[in-house]
């Protein structure tokens, strides 16, 4: 029970990595805050269901106004915030470009959500973390900006800057006791990607080769470093990026 008596937010929860995530901090005491553009509310029902403390609301993490809103009502909802989890994200539904062909309008979209995103909901949490006198913010970045993804520069491009983001606000909000860190997972089968035939497809079995570890890779992976490095048992853990691919890029 880490997380007894202390409030998690977890956006892009209503399925996928983030609903697995948000069962897990629930399963160890944590009141949990749900946000996503669809599925939100149902994925708390079932939290609640279970017998956990669960809030929601439905809000798209590229509009600044709406995340602040949001932060609003889920502050007085769980009785203030702990944890922020930036897990909202663009992936499943992308498909492979060149750079010479991208479409910038998608350019635009992907950091809007993937970048845009996490800065708009790390300013709503800081002064909340502070008022707690410190707290934990794990980014939810990829294994794609040290592998290099051909065909994805957009994609890449955006959870790079999530990387570098990681260090500098660990930088800069380790005064206040709040810890920045992130994980970079592999090719995951996540909701998103499962309901994506041709990404599914062409990337399933390669990513299983190259793999020390040769297997799917579940949200359920993931689960377990997002719990230590929000924890206290990662006191002094900040800054860092680990990476969840079951072994194939080293750092």
Do not use: W
Not at 42 to 63: I, K, W
Not at 105 to 119: E, I, P, S, Y
Not at 137 to 153: D, F, K, L
Not at 202 to 226: C, F, N
């Amino acid at each position: 029970m880490r997380f007894k008596d202390k409030s998690v937010v977890i956006t892009g929860a209503g399925a996928g990595i983030g609903l697995a995530l948000a069962h897990a901090f629930a399963a160890e005491g944590a009141r949990i805050g749900i946000g996503d553009l669809r599925g939100a509310e149902e994925a708390a029902a079932a939290l609640r269901a279970e017998g956990a403390h669960a809030a929601a609301v439905c809000f798209d993490v590229a509009d600044r106004g709406a995340v602040f809103a949001a932060f609003d009502a889920l502050d007085e909802a769980l009785g203030g915030i702990d944890v922020l989890i930036n897990n909202a994200g663009l992936f499943g539904p992308l498909g492979l470009a060149t750079i010479e062909d991208l479409d910038p309008d998608m350019l635009a979209r992907v950091f809007q959500v993937n970048v845009f995103g996490v800065f708009h909901c790390t300013q709503a949490a800081i002064p909340r973390l502070r008022r707690r006198c410190g707290g934990a913010i794990v980014n939810i970045a990829s294994v794609t900006p040290y592998r290099g993804a051909p065909m994805m520069s957009h994609y890449v491009a955006s959870k790079g800057a999530v990387i570098a983001f990681t260090r500098s606000a660990a930088r800069e909000l380790g005064a206040s006791m709040i810890r920045v860190n992130a994980v970079a997972p592999g090719f995951t089968l996540s909701d998103a990607v499962l309901a994506n035939p041709d990404m599914l497809a062409g990337a399933r079995e390669r990513t299983r080769a190259e793999r020390s570890l040769q297997r799917d890779q579940t949200p359920g992976d993931i689960v377990g470093p997002v719990l230590f490095l929000a924890s206290d048992d990662a006191r002094f853990v900040t800054g860092q990026t680990v990476i969840i691919d079951g072994g194939v890029a080293f750092t």
